[in-house]
């Protein structure tokens, strides 16, 4: 018998190799399992965000990418903690987020008027919104996953710190958000103690175009009164996003021993200041006056972003001046 040559041996056993692993792969598709590395969104961890926007969780890449914010506290946040941003509205950036109206970052247009089609060029991982975006919700969705941080005023505090605790999450950032958000209970808790010693009446308001509007507890801005602890100079004022419009009689009537006052105008760049309108001749008849208690606060904190980490800090630093 002839011998078989050892060249078609071995060309023989290749060819039974590659048929079985052929059918290994066969069986393995058949099985619903893939030899080949998984995709990424299959893989990721997931945080899970339930907001008021959304009937169902929103599903948010953990430590994701690429990041957009239309909310200039949770930008502050994220600043503070050293989270990287990919896009923002840079119409009107607050002074003290300066850094970011530069073209590293995509301008998305502004608060009110957002840019879509940059938008959605951008492809970002998550968005952040809050108050002002509140009715585009379901635009901003449709590009990428979108939570929800706005404030709710009348629970101030809570709500702060679940924004904060929520970016310490999604980014990883949990320790750090917890020493801030200790150092700033230390320092609320002191300054509240103060203020409610002092028995000092307060009221505050919103000056814009010479114009002025008051904010008293669980308003927009009654964090002076509910957290840090000053007495309301009038208990009754309607609560609204936009304050209670009230004359420069009404403040001379409500004589207040501190008058804080939100500049508008200065936060967006009017141009204008408030204490021109302020301290006419019957303002300068109150308490608050006379004894060099008129605190004008950062309208850029107060009005453009507040309710970050950072600017918390500070808001709570401006109203220690009041007393």
């Given at each position: 018998m002839k011998k078989i040559p050892m060249m078609l041996l071995l060309a023989a056993?290749?060819?039974?190799?590659?048929?079985?692993?052929?059918?290994?792969?066969?069986?393995?598709?058949?099985e619903g399992t893939n030899s080949s590395t998984p995709d990424a969104s299959e893989t990721a961890?997931?945080?899970?965000?339930?907001?008021?926007?959304?009937?169902?969780?929103v599903e948010v890449p953990k430590n994701p990418e690429k990041v957009v914010v239309f909310d200039f506290g949770t930008l502050d946040t994220l600043d503070e903690l050293g989270v990287e941003v990919a896009g923002l509205?840079?119409?009107?950036?607050?002074?003290?987020?300066?850094?970011?109206?530069?073209?590293?970052?995509?301008?998305?247009?502004?608060?009110?008027?957002?840019?879509?089609?940059?938008?959605n060029a951008l492809k970002p991982d998550v968005i952040f919104i809050s108050g002002r975006q509140s009715e585009m919700y379901e635009e901003?969705?449709?590009?990428?996953?979108?939570?929800?941080?706005?404030?709710?005023?009348?629970?101030?505090?809570d709500s702060f710190k679940h924004n904060a605790e929520l970016m310490g999450e999604i980014f990883g950032k949990e320790d750090e958000v917890?020493?801030?958000?200790?150092?700033?209970?230390?320092?609320?808790?002191?300054?509240?103690?103060?203020?409610t010693d002092s028995g000092s009446k307060a009221l505050?308001?919103?000056?814009?175009?010479?114009?002025?509007s008051a904010y008293g507890p669980n308003s927009r801005f009654g964090l002076v009164h509910d957290v840090l602890g000053f007495t309301p100079a009038d208990e009754k004022i309607e609560v609204?996003?936009?304050?209670?419009?009230?004359?420069?009689?009404y403040i001379l009537e409500k004589n207040p021993d501190v008058l804080f006052v939100i500049d508008r105008d200065a936060a967006i760049g009017n141009g204008a200041t408030a204490q021109g309108t302020i301290e006419n001749d019957l303002v300068k008849k109150t308490e608050a006056f006379k004894n060099g208690k008129i605190v004008y606060l950062n309208g850029e904190y107060w009005y453009l972003s507040g309710g970050g980490l950072l600017s918390m800090k500070e808001m709570i630093e401006e109203v220690e001046d009041g007393l």
């Open positions: 056993l290749m060819i039974v190799l590659a048929a079985c692993g052929a059918k290994d792969n066969d069986k393995a598709k058949d961890e997931m945080v899970s965000v339930k907001h008021e926007l959304s009937e169902t969780p509205p840079r119409a009107t950036v607050p002074g003290y987020l300066s850094k970011y109206d530069d073209d590293k970052y995509e301008n998305l247009g502004s608060l009110k008027e957002p840019d879509f089609e940059a938008l901003f969705s449709k590009i990428a996953p979108t939570v929800y941080v706005g404030l709710d005023t009348a629970h101030y505090m917890k020493a801030e958000l200790e150092e700033i209970d230390a320092k609320i808790a002191e300054i509240n103690e103060k203020a505050v308001v919103l000056a814009t175009e010479g114009k002025v609204s996003t936009h304050g209670q419009n009230i004359s420069f009689e």
